[in-house]
């Protein structure tokens, strides 16, 4: 499998950390949270608990909302992806 090469963005809007943000991004990207742990080379339960962690910090209930502010934070996430 190739390398997974992200770009994290510093200028952290939404608190974020690198790990967080890299979860975020992927899920945003059409990736299940199955295929991120995967990805990622992390378990499922620790991205589930990342996300369930992100979502509290925010108040948030549902993961589609984190994926929209994401969305309206960041934009694109395509543009988050090296091009090798």
Not at 5 to 23: A, D, H, M, R, V
Not at 30 to 51: D, F, Q, R
């Amino acid at each position: 499998m190739e390398q997974l090469k992200i770009l994290y963005k510093p200028k952290n809007k939404l608190f974020l950390t690198e790990i967080q943000f890299s979860i975020i991004l992927l899920l945003v990207s059409g990736n299940s949270v199955k295929e991120v742990s995967i990805l990622l080379n992390k378990p499922h339960a620790t991205v589930k608990a990342h996300i369930e962690k992100i979502k509290k910090k925010h108040q948030l209930k549902r993961l589609i909302d984190l994926v929209r502010d994401f969305v309206l934070v960041y934009g694109n996430p395509k543009k988050y992806f090296l091009k090798n």
